[in-house]
């Protein structure tokens, strides 16, 4: 896995491979304390996610909506979505909603 951080956007490319969330999260914290309104974390790089890689994005959204971070996590591959859960599909999904309509003013 590899991570690139410009401004408030958090990119991740490459493999995942067990639960990454650990790693990603020091990222996207050094990010968030220079952008308080919000992080983007974005996976459209990710071109492979390898059975566990999953757990990355579980870990990410437990702790994002218990410390009710604006962090969201936008661009999952489809390809991938078949080794998540359905659940998670929904938590994915309904926090790229609430952050595009944030974005568009309406909330």
Do not use: K
């Not at 991570?3 to 969330?21: A, F, K």
């Not at 990603?24 to 983007?40: D, N």
């Not at 962090?71 to 991938?80: I, W, Y």
């Amino acid at each position: 896995m590899f991570i690139e951080t410009r401004r408030n956007i958090v990119s991740v490319s490459g493999s995942l491979r067990g639960d990454q969330w650990p790693v990603l999260r020091t990222s996207a914290y050094l990010a968030y304390e220079c952008h308080p309104l919000g992080i983007v974390i974005d996976f459209s790089g990710v071109s492979r996610v390898v059975a566990g890689g999953e757990a990355t994005l579980a870990s990410a959204l437990e702790e994002i909506d218990r410390q009710r971070l604006p962090f969201v996590l936008l661009n999952f591959p489809t390809f991938a979505q078949s080794l998540m859960a359905p659940e998670l599909c929904r938590r994915l999904a309904a926090g790229s909603e609430r952050w595009w309509n944030r974005l568009s003013g309406a909330i």
